[in-house]
């Protein structure tokens, strides 16, 4: 079969009205594509977006741009996407940018974030997705582990990066600035480039998109996805969130993120609908959900902070008889958010799970409609081989008992998988394990196989819609003269899932104080990105410990589960970001 016989399937297979007919259909697709074999060559742009999509519906609106403060809006058709997306692959190899080589996109809610993605699948580039929270320190980090080749940035970041780039030495072979500034090229120029452009060679093993990711027990990891894992890996995405080719679908998702990828980019143009892109700086519910209606999205995804945001707004002025899905992603709703959800738009958020490592894995999927369970994050997509194992890697067969997250690789290896963290072995020794890849979360399954998120098996921090490492916040403490020791955990947040909080251990002589507490708090700020920064530091004489000298994190995450909602009869010296009015005027 080829490859684009397999997208046509999907979007076929999404239109089916019958729940039962589209399951099966969905078994037979994902045991055929499991066992297939792949072609050595694959260009997802060239093969399915223009050989596919633009051929047949080259005057579809392939995306919708809007900011939702100013309402200006933008429409760009398959062909007219596909143009622009050429254009920047044609400048960018003008400037010497090769097949192989990275590109560093630290760039908002833009058209010009899908155009320059498109360029680099076409190109055989390395996406190099970049959050535009990055500090200088960061930036730093990453340019010293993966070189710049090329950057693609708005202009409120050149700064920053144009510092990271000097304290590295590093000189990428073109930066283009969505705007202007000196020493970098508008890509505004872009237009005087051919809107033809031909596609690179890529193998399907081939490494084409590269993601940050942060752990607990060292700096930010790259995961490494390929010219299939990522492009075709997707179609799993795309049926558990149901996108049919006549839908005009939206994610709530910051750019620089693997979700974006997902939601985003691949979700919708992999079946030939459209996407959208509501630009914000700062959420407003009332703005975000006129967006959605004035545009009539059919499918709407969002992470789990929004909808706690949209079920407490007066939504009786919103017209949602255009939303036909609701899709949620990021940790378990509660059940009354689900219920309030449908109460308000009659349609019921199905919640889904996967990481950065890999595409949609485990979901609430469109036949499973009226039969889920509120807060399941539902079953396995057909296309991974998923288990529960217990601490001694034995596969657990026990209704409700909780055990790791395994995708299980002796059938098949799933396409949608990563193929490997980039420059670390290690890394990879400790995930791939006896024929299982672990997930580092944890779950169980009931006796009717719905799935129930437990938490992460390691020490990752879920705060709102961003996963936090340890590791980072406790050394940028540790740097501050007053600390000898911190430990960074994820507390029990209603709004935010998870709060960074910091157990902080003072140097012989250094005396607890609101003072110091301030002072932390300004140090983080100035050093790691808003959403890692510490929200309550609490000084301690000590913290719990392996007898190898580990900071035993589990034991505290479980002190603060057990104090929620207890008067605490040992007096605490804690300090709370928001009890110190004088952190409202810093920038970040």
Not at 29 to 41: A, D, G, S, T, V
Not at 486 to 505: M, N, T, W, Y
Request: aromatic letters at 12%.
């Amino acid at each position: 079969m080829s490859m684009e016989n397999l997208y046509k399937e999907v979007m076929n297979l999404n239109d089916m009205a019958d729940d039962d007919s589209k399951r099966d259909a969905a078994k037979a697709f994902f045991e055929k594509l499991n066992f297939m074999e792949i072609p050595e060559y694959f260009n997802w742009a060239s093969e399915i977006f223009e050989g596919l999509h633009v051929k047949e519906r080259g005057d579809k609106t392939a995306l919708i741009w809007t900011d939702i403060i100013s309402t200006e809006t933008k429409s760009y058709t398959y062909q007219e996407f596909s143009f622009h997306g050429n254009q920047c692959l044609n400048k960018m190899r003008k400037a010497g940018v090769e097949k192989g080589d990275n590109m560093y996109m630290m760039v908002p809610i833009a058209p010009e974030t899908w155009f320059a993605s498109y360029a680099c699948i076409k190109g055989g580039l390395v996406t190099v997705p970049t959050a535009t929270t990055m500090t200088e320190r960061e930036l730093e980090f990453r340019f010293k582990t993966y070189p710049a080749d090329s950057i693609v940035a708005d202009e409120i970041y050149t700064d920053i990066i144009d510092a990271a780039l000097e304290a590295t030495g590093m000189t990428p072979k073109i930066k283009i600035v969505l705007g202007k500034k000196d020493g970098w090229v508008s890509y505004a120029d872009l237009t005087g480039e051919a809107v033809e452009a031909e596609p690179a060679k890529t193998r399907s093993d081939d490494l084409l998109f590269c993601f940050f990711t942060s752990g607990t027990t060292g700096l930010p990891k790259r995961v490494g996805h390929t010219a299939v894992s990522y492009p075709l890996g997707h179609l799993s995405t795309s049926i558990v969130t149901g996108v049919r080719t006549a839908d005009i679908h939206n994610n709530l998702g910051a750019t620089g993120w693997g979700k974006w990828a997902w939601s985003s980019f691949f979700t919708p143009l992999n079946v030939g609908a459209t996407a959208t892109g509501f630009n914000f700086t700062v959420l407003d519910g009332e703005k975000y959900l006129t967006a959605i209606t004035r545009h009539k999205i059919s499918t709407f995804c969002a992470p789990p902070t929004a909808w706690r945001m949209f079920i407490n707004l007066d939504t009786s002025k919103f017209d949602f008889s255009s939303l036909r899905q609701s899709i949620g992603a990021g940790e378990p709703l509660n059940p009354e958010v689900i219920n309030r959800w449908s109460e308000l738009t009659g349609t019921e958020i199905r919640d889904f799970y996967g990481h950065t490592e890999s595409t949609s894995m485990i979901g609430n999927h469109p036949w499973m409609n009226g039969k889920m369970r509120n807060g399941s994050f539902g079953q396995p997509s057909f296309m991974y081989d998923v288990a529960l194992v217990n601490d001694d890697g034995k596969e657990i067969t026990v209704a409700d008992e909780p055990g790791h997250i395994v995708v299980k690789l002796d059938k098949w290896r799933s396409i949608g998988l990563f193929s490997e963290y980039i420059g670390n072995p290690e890394k990879m020794a400790g995930v791939f394990i006896d024929n299982y890849y672990y997930t580092g979360d944890r779950a169980s399954i009931d006796q009717d196989g719905y799935w129930w998120f437990v938490g992460r098996s390691d020490d990752v921090i879920k705060s709102a819609d961003f996963r936090i490492g340890p590791f980072e916040v406790e050394s940028a403490l540790l740097e501050h003269e007053a600390v000898a020791e911190s430990a960074i955990v994820g507390v029990p947040d209603e709004k935010r899932h998870q709060l960074v909080k910091a157990f902080c251990i003072l140097k012989e002589g250094v005396e607890p104080s609101r003072e110091l507490a301030l002072e932390l708090f300004q140090h983080t700020i100035n050093i790691l990105a808003k959403f890692k920064i510490p929200r309550i530091i609490e000084f301690v004489p000590a913290v719990p410990k392996t007898l190898s000298g580990k900071i035993r994190r589990i034991e505290l995450r479980q002190q603060e589960i057990d104090a929620q909602g207890k008067d605490s009869s040992q007096e605490k010296t804690e300090y709370f970001y928001w009890d110190f009015p004088e952190l409202k005027s810093q920038k970040k």
